[in-house]
């Protein structure tokens, strides 16, 4: 395994976070969004950060190759347990067990900030965002057909969950 180490973001590595932020909307792979990420669209994403919601990023010497978040899933109280996940990994890291590595600490991270479950959407043709999740052991909820809009087509989208602690 890659000698990586996972440490908590500063404000510091947000210009690394977009830039491999930006090859995974660059990839098609990853999400949604179709646009690269602006620094000021960056700062509105930290500031979305904040709390309970943190950022890890993993570093190989002083290079960060790749982050993980916790998202909001929605401001109502009843889901202020549940909280939704971001991870990528730069292009030339991939394959190298780090996306692995931060989602067990992103995990650890969860559990001390009293989530007990995370969630996410991913691509249903996204391999090896499956292939990690589901060894993470992660489920598959279902799919959304149809649930979002980009480069002029309709995509479904697949929803996972795990628990993370026992209620
Ligand atoms: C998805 C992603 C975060 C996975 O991180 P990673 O560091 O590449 O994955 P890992 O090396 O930890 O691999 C975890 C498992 O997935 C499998 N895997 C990794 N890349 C794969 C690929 N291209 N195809 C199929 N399986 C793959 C690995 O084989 C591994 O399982 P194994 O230990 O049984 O071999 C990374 O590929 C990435 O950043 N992709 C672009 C952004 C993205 O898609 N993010 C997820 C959005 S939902």
Known sequence: ???VSIRV?????????????????L???????????????????????RG???VL??????????WASLNPYSSRQAYRGVAELSIY????????????????QLEILARQHLFYKIVLFT????????????????REVGIFQ?????DGAFVDIMAMEKFIQTL
């Open 1 to 3: 395994m890659v000698d």
């Open 9 to 25: 973001a500063q404000s510091q590595d947000l210009e690394a976070i977009r830039g491999i932020y930006n090859q995974g909307i």
């Open 27 to 49: 990839d098609r792979i990853a999400t949604l969004d179709a646009e690269p990420k602006s620094p000021d669209d960056m700062m509105i994403w930290w500031d979305a950060h």
């Open 52 to 54: 309970r919601y943190g």
């Open 57 to 66: 990023v993993a570093e190989i010497g002083h290079q960060v190759v790749g």
């Open 89 to 104: 990994v730069h292009r030339e890291y991939r394959g190298q067990h780090i996306g692995q590595q931060l989602l067990t």
């Open 123 to 138: 691509f249903p043709h996204n391999m090896a965002g499956q292939r990690l999740y589901t060894k993470m052991g992660y």
């Open 146 to 150: 149809r649930q979002g809009y980009l």
